[in-house]
């Protein structure tokens, strides 16, 4: 039976802490790289052309819905049985808006921007009104795009 | 003088599970079927001759940019694949690409941000590895021919760079494209016509970007693939250059 000498343990547990480093650099890079390619509801439309539906049930009366259009946001508004799509991205520089539903503006908490409900501008910085979505109600569906 | 004495509890977890294969699974899976090849093909002593070679007494750290910057090629390659995945050639998609890789792809900012920064320090360690070359004198015969491709190695640095830089498609790259090609213009004679076939016409445009992409992604990486394994054999060959 061999006895561990001094030099052959500390080299055994630097060899294990570097294999420890590696599994888990490999371990964590993988998970990076997995997360990366597989496919989710942002990254599969990509940034072309694309739609978003949901049922009607989960936008109720006076309240907003946010969904990604191309991967970017977009707010649904369901106000006076009236449905509005807008772009959320402030065209001032880009913060999300925000709906607040009892004064039925659009406002950004970056600059104070305020949108009415059709997107146009109504104070603070923004320089273009929100582009605006086509919506329509297919069934209970509502379908944006 | 008292030893430490793991043999012991380590036979004892050994008899109590099947160390062995579960040692041998392991290495299966992760160490690329390692212990099976080696078992056939003695991989062990074929490797210990070309791993284990010996370097002279004098190297030190000024000695690692040529591996520093080969380093810096592999996370390009492997983070250039990866952005292969979601980038797209097309002057009206290319942008749109690239903010939708930042900004939405988990983990892309991180991909792009380490394809990015790898391409700008690889330029500084190469120039480095360079001026450690030319003040060793290592480029002297034998070892001229080795700088001659590794100069060539390092104008396709450089070309990557310059490829690489048009593919966002956004105002810089366009115009740093654009006095780019514009630069051989001023050459005699031959000028105007090399500027019109970088540009892919009268200004950069979907041509430019096509073919900077195709440089980019497919040519210049199998030149430098070429001319890297011949670097490396030289170097092997020749070994590396005595102390100043």
């Given at each position: ?18 294999g ?9 890079s ?5 997360r990366?390619l ?30 990604l259009i ?34 039925k503006r ?40 | 003088?008292?030893y ?12 109590s ?9 392991f ?22 001759k ?15 940019f ?20 979601y ?28 394809h ?10 190469v ?15 034998p ?8 100069v ?27 006095i ?9 004679v ?8 970088l540009?892919?016409?009268?200004s ?6 096509t073919?900077?992409?195709a ?18 054999l ?5 070994g590396?250059?005595?102390p100043?």
């Open positions: 039976m061999e006895e561990i000498t001094r030099k052959d343990f500390l080299h055994s547990t630097v060899n294990t802490l570097i420890l480093w590696v599994t888990a650099t490999a371990v964590l993988s998970y990076a790289g997995l990366y597989w496919p989710t509801e942002k990254t599969a439309g990509g940034p072309g052309g694309n739609k978003a539906s949901f049922p009607l049930t989960e936008l109720p009366e006076g309240d907003m819905k946010k969904v191309g991967g970017k946001p977009a707010g649904i508004i369901r106000l006076n049985k009236d449905l509005y799509a807008l772009s959320l991205i402030c065209t001032h520089l880009g913060c999300i808006v925000s709906w607040h539903p009892e004064e659009l406002i950004c908490p970056c600059h104070g921007g305020v949108y009415d409900i059709n997107g146009a501008v109504l104070g603070g910085p923004p320089p273009r009104p929100l582009p605006s979505y086509e919506v329509r109600l297919r069934g209970d569906t509502v379908v944006v795009g | 003088m008292k430490i004495n793991l043999n012991k509890w380590l036979e004892k977890i050994e008899k599970v099947n160390v062995r294969g579960v040692i041998n699974w290495t299966l899976a992760t160490g690329f079927l390692y212990g099976e090849f080696d078992d056939r093909l003695d991989l062990r002593s074929a490797l210990q070309v791993l284990k070679k010996p370097v002279p007494k004098h190297i030190n750290f000024w000695f690692c040529g591996g520093f910057t080969f380093l810096l090629l592999v996370i390009n390659i492997f983070t250039g694949i990866l952005l292969l995945m980038y797209r050639p097309t002057i009206d998609q290319a942008y749109d690409s690239i903010v939708h890789i930042t900004n939405n792809v988990p983990f892309g900012w991180l991909v792009r941000g380490f990015h920064w790898a391409a700008n320090i690889m330029v500084i360690t120039l480095i590895h360079m001026l450690r070359i030319y003040f060793h004198g290592a480029y002297k015969h070892r001229d021919m080795n700088w001659v491709v590794g060539c190695l390092f104008l396709l640095v450089l070309s990557f760079g310059f490829t690489g830089y048009l593919l966002p498609w956004n105002q810089v790259s366009f115009w740093a494209t654009t780019g090609a514009e630069i051989p213009s001023t050459f005699p031959a000028g105007p016509y090399i500027t019109y076939l540009k892919g016409g009268d950069v445009g979907q041509l430019a970007l073919r900077f992409f440089f980019h992604v497919v040519i210049l990486p199998w030149i430098t693939i070429g001319l890297l394994s011949l670097h490396f030289m170097v092997r060959r020749l590396i250059s005595g100043l």
